[in-house]
């Protein structure tokens, strides 16, 4: 189904169980029609959109164009010129390319930005940027390089940045690619990828090593928060809670979601040792230290887990506190509800096919959206 420019479609949702989830039995919740979401297209058009932010009291919306480019809805309007273009510098070829960016908690005084992206080597390449003194317009002459990694293989970069309730750069490494982890760095203490970093952006240049971080003393390389990931394309905090989600990709046979307390440090996520709540391999692991998901599905159900956001708009007081998340490959969109130890109230939401979701973003007032391989942006909001 395409959908013109600002066209709404109205649609009431449909309860569904979600299977495969580690809770066994997934209840649902009994929401009335009336509290039904629908999808509001906002931009089409774009070329390959990965990633949608803002920044606190700015109504304009920032989107990632896997090519290289950063352009601004504003006025509902795509502005014609990107925000910033960094396209000689990457190449968007499968998972490679522009992959996300955040912004300083204090960009409107200080104009800083950074970007993750994939050099035309393949590095990832974690880099500051300065806006102008408007905040329109950033020169990619300012660029400052945070953090190179080298990437042995072509997929699983992870991609996502994040800027914590507590100041540090969040950086999601996947495992290095192929397909096995056949570098083992998943559970490789002393590799950045198949990790989650924590970096301190402003007390050293060009970062510094944050006191609390788990490794910072010795056991393991200082940079890492958490490990034991394959490809954490997407991961995000609740601003309520400030727990974190991370959506890990699988690979055989689940793709798995992950919740962790405010500064639970030195997590293993399990691969590959694990996939989801399964051992990777046939023959049996040992389980012991892993920290399994709270959420998981199979491959009957979708081939790439796309992670979203836990919902703190107001316009749908229904659906305050649920995770929202989708499948690459069916394009459905669902959610649940994390109570401090399990996922529960999960929704299957029944929506117009969208095509392949890329990813979800998150605005200035905590409204969600949902972006797609085909260049549409969508809200999502009640329905009327």
């Known amino acids: 189904m395409t959908l013109r420019p600002t066209a709404v479609v109205a649609v009431f949702l449909t309860l569904h169980a979600a299977a495969a989830c580690t809770d066994s039995n997934p209840t649902t919740v009994p929401i009335p029609s009336s509290d039904g979401i629908a999808l509001t297209q906002v931009a089409g058009g774009l070329a390959s959109p990965v990633y949608l932010t803002a920044n606190m009291g700015d109504p304009r919306l920032f989107i990632v164009e896997q090519r290289g480019t950063i352009r601004v809805i504003e006025g509902g309007q795509v ?85 914590g309730a507590d100041g540090m750069l969040y950086i999601g490494m996947g495992d290095g690619g192929s397909g096995g982890d056949p570098q083992g760095n998943g559970q490789n203490l002393n590799s950045l990828n198949g990790a989650l970093l924590r970096l301190d952006v402003d007390s050293q240049s060009p970062y510094g090593i944050p006191p609390d971080n788990p490794y910072a003393s010795g056991g393991g390389l200082p940079e890492i928060w958490a490990s034991g990931l394959r490809n954490p394309w997407r991961f995000s905090f609740d601003r309520s809670t400030q727990d974190l989600y991370i959506a890990d990709v699988g690979q055989n046979r689940l793709e798995e979601i992950n919740v962790a307390a405010p500064g639970a ?49 107001p316009s749908i007081p229904a659906v305050v506190g649920h995770y929202f998340y989708s499948d690459f490959c069916t394009g459905w969109i669902r959610s649940f509800r994390y109570d401090g130890q399990e996922a529960t109230d999960h929704v299957e939401w029944d929506l117009p096919d969208v095509g392949n979701v890329t990813s979800f973003g998150e605005d200035s007032a905590g409204e969600i959206y949902v972006l797609t391989s085909g260049g549409a942006v969508y809200r999502i909001d009640p329905a009327s």
């Open 79 to 163: 502005l014609p010129t990107p925000f910033l273009d960094l396209s000689s510098q990457t190449e968007a070829d499968g998972e490679r390319g522009l992959l996300s960016v955040v912004f300083h908690p204090d960009f409107a005084a200080n104009g800083q930005l950074f970007v993750n992206y994939t050099d035309n080597g393949g590095t990832t390449v974690v880099e500051r940027y300065q806006a102008n003194a408007q905040r329109t317009a950033v020169d990619p002459g300012t660029a400052f390089e945070i953090i190179r990694i080298p990437q042995p293989f072509a997929n699983h970069n992870g991609g996502q940045l994040q800027i």
């Open 265 to 313: 440090a030195a997590l293993n996520y399990g691969w590959a040792v694990m996939e989801g709540t399964e051992c990777f391999e046939s023959s049996g692991c040992d389980t012991s230290g892993l920290t399994m998901p709270v959420h998981e599905y199979g491959h009957n159900e979708g081939c790439s887990v796309t992670g979203g956001y836990v919902y703190r708009g």
